[in-house]
């Protein structure tokens, strides 16, 4: 069931990732040729991009995550005995579960108080807070993640090293 879990969020992360990526790159794109074309560009390019570029980075970090791809303190990998490292990772998974939870939270009320004040965006003229949202769902997404790791620590991505191995493998 956990394996599912990770797999569908993954799944859910990456074609939000591409998909705003995307979106991203064909209105900067159509911005770019239209000014070059026209001499004026698309007034509100800039804010959907601004929008797409939150979508990529909020659900970019999952993607990071599920890959052991996200960055770390290598320098500090040899500090505690090995025999350490099973309770260090679920420490460490655990942790950044929390962490990802009060973000979460922390933005959730964020969300909150600008739908109740009705906060609009200048240039496109529509509510904030839908594209505000992200923020808090990828957190908990991102948790969610993270608290499986910590629960079943076998289903944690082995971290990739320069030449090709693992960390597990080059230990």
Not at 7 to 25: C, D, G, P, Q, Y
Not at 120 to 140: C, E, G, H, K
Request: aromatic share 12%; net charge neutral.
């Amino acid at each position: 069931m956990a394996k599912k879990i990770l797999s569908r969020l993954t799944l859910i992360e990456k074609w939000m990732t591409f998909t705003a990526f995307l979106i991203l790159v064909v209105v900067m794109f159509a911005d770019v040729a239209i000014r070059e074309l026209s001499g004026t560009g698309l007034h509100w390019s800039r804010q959907i991009g601004v929008y797409a570029n939150l979508f990529v980075v909020m659900f970019g970090l999952g993607v990071a995550s599920s890959e052991s791809a996200h960055l770390r303190p290598k320098f500090a990998d040899n500090w505690l005995p090995e025999s350490w490292n099973p309770i260090l990772e679920r420490f460490q998974e655990g942790l950044m579960c929390l962490f990802c939870l009060v973000f979460s939270i922390v933005a959730t009320q964020v969300v909150i108080e600008t739908f109740n004040d009705d906060v609009q965006s200048m240039v496109l003229r529509i509510a904030i807070w839908p594209f505000q949202a992200i923020i808090p769902i990828a957190f908990f997404m991102t948790s969610i993640r993270h608290l499986i790791y910590t629960m079943y620590p076998n289903l944690r991505p082995v971290i990739p090293i320069n030449n090709g191995d693992t960390l597990k493998e080059a230990q």
